[in-house]
């Protein structure tokens, strides 16, 4: 099987089970608060095992985002209150886009409300999860049948590389070029008549932004002791390579390289897509077991559209908490990619950027907060024309290909009604955008009026991190749109990791009224790094070509050669341009308050993944196991588990093997349906996997987790939490042997087998009427066997109900108290601590004044 849709890998949870997350509060940097059912005009919910032939209770709810829009649809003519709409955690997989009109908007100021279910995590999900793997030799893997293009492919959650030489961390570096003769001289040796070579791809880097060049042909230079080869590229990429800036940024000693072709692929990590065979290669990482990993390749360019238009627009829509993942875009495929500036690229039909996962046009009064973008081909979220007064808010953007966040605006004239105004992209954290698409910012802005780019955290970019204006001094009319714009209070470092002839913030037009202030920048290339020749700096804000009428004003760099640069007819200038209408002051002073009070503030600062927010987090971590045993420890993300540290004794495994733990499975998870019992209950936060390469343990391995007590709904008893293990063999769940300390609020299990695992808060039955005992028979010591297990496990108990073992003769074995759960192990040890021998015995429970007795079989 080549691909298959997410949902039928994903953990969905069975209508019986009774919600474990109730109530409002904050989870893992989620506000879950966000609406109020009570003032509310109505109530819809969601979830991927809903149905939109359903009404959309919580009972019954609806299967789609976009069933949910229509029923929002039929009620929201008159509002006379909110209407929100929960969904419910899980995986969305879209087909196509989502789209929003002017007909699905709150109407009498009242708003449309699209938000995770509290304790619960929504993905919306452009991707298909890859399956039906196996060996094509060399340590490398593939997948047949995948028939659809991507340009980028995931791995447990890790973008992996598309197949290139040099790999990763190196780079070649051309000799020339010219645009006369429209050539590339590189070194002979560095390109060969490969197969497939129409369609590798020259990634050149060039100053200010990359190009991705398909091969036409390459010939040796015409004289012997000249060691060089001419590249030549198609004619339509030609004509838009060597025009304008595209053709500018190439220097003498740029770095390249190629990619894409299985010749290539020869490093863990790295992947191929022949879309001749419709092959998928990949070659795993150290740790990583194909069988078990969650591979997803992006099919879907845009996963929500907002589409509105000025005079009549889709407005006061919300987005909170939701995930949107798994993004798609494939043009640069077939017509290459010629980067012009700050993410916008040429094409024959003229300048445009990448699509967006979320893409608003004509829309009004719409707030994206605490949502996570992530995973993507394109952008993050683009606003195109007449978008005003929307909020990006609280928010992560990571591993991106293109840009974060841009509101494209661009209508040069002033007074142009499309131009987008009052904008706000605040207390955002955006990091390792430009991934694919080098010279893409984390935030850009066109020709907006009074956008306001403030208390955002940007990083580890490989180009700009704000970017706000356009136009060069030889088109730029005035006055033009752009002004009363403000950026200020953000922290930006660690960005030009990549390019040069950029800053921090950087501005092009005049913007009259603009005021970069109290930004707090650090950490950037003093100018073009060794791999990057070319005389262009880096400086903390650069007021480039025609920049006029902005204040620049007490914010504070550090570990930067240049504070501040403006240019004026090619010259560069520090501090300021003379020759300017700018006002720059105060730039040059350590001011520990302005340091301080940049960046995410305080309310909203869960969301940076190191604090445990809902960004990235460490969902994997891989060790080698070593003659002393091994720990691993990881914080999950978004989840009422707090930590989770395996550890495994010396001996269990072999000196040297690869042991990985993965808490970002929900896309591979079984259901919860088990024959040992009815998995009444909740699930307690993330589920995870363990494995070793196949190997299963020669010994118990612990397995210790700590929950947070807040997030245990009232009337719930941490005393009733059990870890579950997926058992292969028999398809389903089997409940462990759990300590809980609610003192120390840890779940303590230990485990004889690696496979999927997920913490569950278990419900006791009623009555004893429906008790399960598994394994039966019980086979202890033989962990071949399908009966194997380090205990015997009494479930559907009622609480406190007492547990016996007698002989056949009536003598008394062992006794236990079930959990508030419902659940209590054995572990066939007697009351004397000696193992249980061989044979039958009789287990009677007793609750309540109900007795009920099963017959036991041990086999050791």
């Not at 297990?789 to 009622?798: C, D, E, K, P, V």
Request: glycine fraction near 10%; charge should be negative; aromatic fraction near 10%.
């Amino acid at each position: 099987m080549g691909h298959i849709p997410l949902i039928g890998k994903e953990l969905l949870m069975s209508s019986t089970l009774k919600l474990l997350l109730t109530g409002c509060f904050i989870t893992a940097g989620v506000s879950l608060c966000q609406a109020s059912p009570g003032g509310a005009q109505a109530v819809y919910y969601v979830s991927p095992k809903g149905s939109d032939g359903n009404p959309g209770t919580l009972a019954l709810p609806f299967k789609t985002l976009d069933g949910a829009r229509g029923a929002v649809s039929d009620v929201n003519d008159a509002m006379t209150g909110d209407i929100i709409v929960y969904l419910r955690g899980g995986v969305y997989p879209l087909t196509s886009s989502t789209t929003f009109t002017a007909s699905d908007s709150g109407t009498n100021g009242h708003n449309i409300i699209y938000q995770s279910y509290p304790g619960e995590r929504p993905r919306l999900s452009g991707g298909k999860v890859i399956t039906g793997w196996t060996s094509a030799g060399s340590g490398i893997y593939k997948a047949s049948n995948v028939d659809f293009d991507f340009r980028q492919l995931y791995v447990n959650g890790l973008r992996a590389v598309r197949a290139r030489t040099p790999n990763q961390g190196s780079s070649h570096y051309i000799v020339s070029s010219s645009s006369i003769n429209k050539v590339i001289v590189i070194n002979a040796g560095e390109i060969a008549n490969w197969p497939g070579l129409s369609a590798v791809e020259m990634v050149l880097d060039r100053q200010w932004d990359t190009s991705r060049l398909h091969i036409e042909s390459f010939t040796n230079a015409p004289l012997e002791d000249l060691p060089m080869v001419y590249v030549t590229i198609p004619a339509a990429e030609e004509q838009l390579q060597w025009t304008g800036h595209a053709g500018d940024g190439i220097f003498n000693g740029s770095p390249y390289y190629f990619e894409n072709a299985l010749v290539f692929l020869d490093a863990p990590g790295e992947w191929f897509l022949d879309t001749e065979s419709r092959e998928l290669f990949y070659k795993p990482r150290s740790g990583e077991d194909i069988n078990n990993a969650v591979v997803v390749a992006p099919s879907l360019e845009t996963l929500v559209s907002l589409q509105g238009a000025v005079d009549i627009p889709v407005h006061n829509i919300q987005f909170h908490g939701l995930t949107f993942e798994y993004t798609n875009w494939t043009l640069p495929s077939y017509t290459g990619y010629m980067g012009q500036q700050a993410g916008w690229l040429y094409t024959l039909e003229g300048g445009t950027t990448p699509p967006a996962a979320v893409h608003l046009t004509g829309a009004q009064n719409i707030l994206f907060e605490r949502d996570v973008f992530q995973h993507m081909g394109g952008m993050g979220v683009k606003m195109d024309t007449g978008d005003n007064d929307n909020t990006v808010n609280g928010c992560v953007f990571t591993d991106i290909s293109g840009g974060g966040v841009a509101v494209l605006s661009m209508y040069s004239e002033a007074g142009n009604p499309e131009t987008c105004q009052r904008n706000a992209v605040t207390n955002n954290w955006i990091s390792r955008t430009g991934q694919d698409y080098f010279g893409s910012v984390g935030v850009y802005g066109g020709f907006p009026i009074s956008l306001t780019v403030q208390h955002n955290e940007i990083s580890d970019l490989p180009y700009t991190g704000v970017s706000v204006g356009w136009g060069w001094k030889s088109w730029v009319s005035t006055p033009t749109a752009p002004m009363n714009n403000i950026i200020s209070y953000n922290k930006i470092h660690k960005v030009l990791n990549r390019l040069s002839d950029g800053s921090g913030i950087y501005t092009l037009a005049p913007q009259p009224g603009t005021r970069i202030e109290y930004n707090y920048v650090s950490d950037l290339r003093s100018y073009a790094p060794p791999s990057s020749p070319g005389s262009h700096l880096v400086a903390a804000i650069y007021l480039d070509e025609t920049s006029n009428y902005i204040t620049v004003q007490e914010n504070v760099s550090v570990n930067i050669t240049t504070t501040m640069a403006c240019t004026y007819n090619d010259y560069i200038f520090e501090n300021n341009n003379p020759l300017s209408t700018n006002t720059v002051l105060y730039n040059d002073v350590y001011r520990p308050e302005v340091v301080a009070a940049a960046g995410i503030e305080p309310a909203y600062r869960d969301i940076i993944p190191s604090g445990g927010g809902i960004g990235v987090q460490e969902t994997i971590s891989t060790m080698t196991m070593t003659a002393e045993g091994l720990t691993l420890n990881l914080v999950p993300e978004l989840s009422p588990i707090l930590s989770l540290n395996v550890t495994i004794p010396p001996g269990v495994l072999p000196a040297g093997t690869i042991v990985t733990v993965n808490t970002d499975v929900s896309y591979l998870l079984p259901g919860l349906e088990s024959n040992q019992a009815a998995l009444t209950g909740g699930q307690l936060g993330t589920g995870f996997n363990l494995s070793a390469g196949g190997l299963q343990p020669a010994g118990l391995v612990s397995v210790t987790m700590t929950y947070d007590p807040a997030q245990v709904p009232p009337g719930s008893d941490p005393r009733s939490i059990q870890l579950a293990r997926y058992d292969e063999a028999a398809a389903q769940w089997s409940l462990l042997p759990t300590a809980v300390d609610t003192a120390q609020h840890t779940f303590t299990s230990q485990l004889d087998h690696f496979s999927f695992f997920v913490p569950l808060l278990v419900t006791p039955a009623s009555s004893l009427s429906a008790v399960q005992v598994f394994p039966q028979p019980w086979e202890i010591g033989d962990p071949a066997s399908a009966y194997f297990a380090s205990a015997l496990t009494f479930s559907n108990l009622q609480a406190s109900a007492s547990v016996k073992i007698f002989t056949l003769a009536g003598e008394l074995v062992w006794q236990g108290t079930a959990s508030p759960g419902g659940v209590l192990t054995w572990d066939g040890n007697n009351r004397s601590g000696s193992k249980a021998a061989s044979g039958t015995y009789y287990a009677a429970f007793k609750s309540g004044g109900q007795t009920k007795t099963r017959r036991v079989v041990i086999i050791r």
